[in-house]
């Protein structure tokens, strides 16, 4: 059945603070700014594979920097606070399985394609991201392009990329140290330092956190009464050359490390990820190249308790993956109309999935690899000079998923998997033509391709009382969507855009119920999100900056062959309204205050549409005070003390701990 596309009243409420505040800013601007409009000359990379201004994109995309404002304990959670469409599942501060960031109604990070430095950090296993493997202390900025761009990053990006850039020296030598200390025993202790020497540039930073954790189910028995503790630990390593101008040489290495317990006393987790690249770029007067290669080692492990009585370590997780790739990308300017973008990225995947029995001798084991290669190319063209800028291009996808099997000892149980090989090509075209020095409109659209990943064609794996199926027959997953809008720049200091999209999906992997306690991945027949996002920055006064956004979402099931009920049905983990307000007093000589008020929506649990959490507010608030080398931070999450829903596939719903309240002391040099 289909359900009503409505808005609540109080996400009405924030659209029109936004474009109230927006209409102030520009009626305060003086005649002075309005002569001379400042041009936005920020360059993006993430969106067209080369330095490219943000003015010049005919696609929304945000650049958020100075993500430790926001003080939040993650980097996924600093961004979710940065850019209000970006959709967080799970956060540090409550424990969550796993974290997501979505963008667009799929609520599945296998949809979304997370890089760092410009690498991949997707797991082959279901395309999850192990977020300890981010220092947000380390970050310069991260660049979001929303949308179908497959064309330009390939497989995995169909609701959009999320680049996590970190920071390069550009000056003298820096070092940083900083101690937090939070409710709940939450200790943090973060180190850095970054310089140059010469032809050298460096950069260190690490990161270990501890804390006891909060009882987070709603109704606690004698068995789930542990609270949800957890330790992480982060280092971060890159060391770049340049033996003249125009050509450098980069090493990066980054090593994540998490484990928390479950809620019960023999149900724990843990994971770890290392991600090594090296990278050669030369830049010339009119052309320009790209060569890097790298390689992914990712862990997930743990101690699962028996279902019923919860008493004794049943199972034991060993799942482990490898990942290689490379790309290779050349520019090339033609005159000051043209520039064209040529490559070919590279990717090997590999999964070994273990389950061990502590009270037997059985072992279920799933094996898998891929390959995956695709050439790209894409051409931007300036017909009219900076009035109008077009963009097309398109990518030949090939993938093959071979060695792939599942085998049970008990009984004795071995299934090998035919080599299935898929085929696609994903074009994307735009248009961004500008009225004038303030105002652009924008119209873009693609297709985007996913094959199926080892871990959803070839796995079996039961978590208590859950067992999720792989399935063997998965399609490959597409999409066609565009999108329209318009950039505005209301004074010297402030911006607002608003764009409307459309997308329509066919054969979304999901997992869905097959009988009690059992879920199996499988295909939805077709699908569609219609949506709309505004967003704005503006200038208020002298030291005070404001950001407001609001995006709404309406997914639908339109067609489902294997569940006919659940057509008209919404996504899981996608809320239909988000609204984030922020607000900034920044006077160096004084203090620094921010406060960040987000909305969520309702949301489903489950394909089916029967597991519902509410909608509710969350404020977050710091204060913070410089004294000389040294700051000092107070800082106040879910101010409001709400206590919200949390889904987890494993567990009932569980309740976020609430209020979180920490300082900090920090010293830099």
């Known amino acids: ?94 424990q969550s399985r796993f974290q997501t960031l979505t963008l667009r109604g799929v609520g599945d990070q296998n949809k979304v394609l997370i890089l760092l430095d410009g690498v991949p950090i997707n797991e082959p296993r279901i395309g999850n991201v192990d977020w300890s493997l981010i220092n947000p202390k380390t970050l310069d900025r991260v660049e979001v392009l929303r949308g179908p761009v497959s064309s330009l990053y390939g497989a995995g990006a169909m609701g959009g990329v999320m680049n996590f850039v970190t920071r390069t020296p550009v000056g003298r030598s820096e070092s940083s140290a900083e101690l937090t200390y939070g409710e709940r025993n939450t200790r943090i202790a973060d180190l850095a330092q970054r310089g140059r020497l010469g032809k050298f540039a460096y950069s260190l930073a690490g990161r270990a956190l501890r804390g006891d954790g909060a009882v987070m189910e709603k109704s606690p028995s004698t068995v789930a009464s542990v609270k949800r503790d957890r330790d992480q630990w982060n280092f971060h390593s890159k060391l770049s050359y340049r033996p003249e101008e125009g050509r450098e040489w980069t090493l990066g290495f980054f090593h994540g490390k998490e484990a928390f317990s479950r809620g019960r006393p023999y149900f724990s987790e843990d994971k770890e990820s290392n991600t090594a690249y090296l990278s050669h770029s030369r830049e010339l007067d009119r052309a320009s190249w790209l060569l890097r290669t790298y390689y992914s080692y990712n862990t997930f492990g743990g101690n699962i308790d028996k279902s019923t009585t919860f008493n004794y370590t049943e199972q034991v997780l060993n799942n482990r993956m490898w990942t290689a790739g490379g790309t290779l990308q050349a520019n090339y300017d033609w005159r000051d109309s043209a520039r064209w973008t040529a490559g070919v990225d590279g990717q090997s995947l590999d999964m070994d999935d273990r389950t061990l029995y502590q009270t037997s001798t059985r072992v279920k084991r799933a094996k898998g690899k891929q390959l995956y290669l695709a050439p790209f190319l894409q051409l931007q063209l300036k017909p009219l000079g900076e009035r109008l800028v ?32 898929r085929y696609s090509f994903s074009p994307r075209a735009g248009l961004l033509y500008r009225l004038d020095d303030w105002t652009s409109l924008r119209v873009a659209g693609g297709r985007a391709f996913q094959a199926p990943r080892p871990f959803t064609l070839y796995a079996e794996q039961a978590i208590g009382n859950a067992t999720l199926i792989g399935n063997p027959s998965l399609a490959p997953e597409s999409l066609w969507s565009y999108e329209a809008g318009v950039d505005r720049k209301l004074s010297s200091d402030s911006t607002a855009k608003v764009t409307f999209f459309q997308s329509w999906a066919k054969d979304l992997a999901i997992h869905r119920l097959i009988s009690a306690g059992k879920r199996q991945f499988g295909n939805i027949g077709a699908s569609k999100v219609t949506g709309v996002e505004v967003q704005t920055e503006l200038g208020v006064a002298e030291h005070v900056r404001a950001a407001a956004g609001y995006s709404c979402e309406r997914t639908e099931i339109t067609e489902n062959q294997n569940n006919p009920a659940a057509v008209g049905n919404y996504f899981t983990y996608t809320p239909r309204n988000k609204a984030l307000l922020s607000l900034r007093y920044d006077r160096p000589a004084w203090f620094a205050v921010d406060a960040t008020a987000r909305y969520k929506d309702i949301m489903f649990a489950d394909m089916e549409n029967t597991i519902l959490s509410g909608a509710y507010w969350n404020l977050d608030l710091a204060l913070s005070k410089r004294f000389g080398a040294l700051q000092a931070k107070v800082m106040v999450e879910n101010a409001t003390d709400n206590q919200y829903d949390i889904f987890d596939f494993t567990q009932p719903i569980l309740v976020h701990p609430g209020r979180t309240v920490s300082a900090s002391l920090g010293v830099s040099f």
């Open 390 to 421: 077009a963009t097309m291009g398109g990518r030949f996808h090939w993938s093959k998923s071979y060695n792939g099997s599942f085998e049970d000892t008990t009984p004795s149980k071995l299934t090998l998997y035919p080599s299935d090989e």
């Open 1 to 94: 059945m289909t359900r009503p596309f409505t808005i609540p009243r109080h996400s009405l409420l924030a659209l029109f603070l936004t474009a109230g505040a927006a209409g102030a800013a520009q009626a305060q601007e003086n005649a002075a700014a309005a002569e001379q409009p400042l041009e936005l000359e920020a360059l993006v990379v993430t969106a067209s594979r080369s330095r490219t201004p943000l003015k010049d994109l005919p696609a929304n995309v945000s650049v958020a920097r100075d993500l430790e404002r926001t003080n939040a304990a993650g980097a996924a959670e600093a961004l979710a606070k940065s850019v209000p469409d970006v959709d967080l599942h799970g956060s540090p501060s409550s």
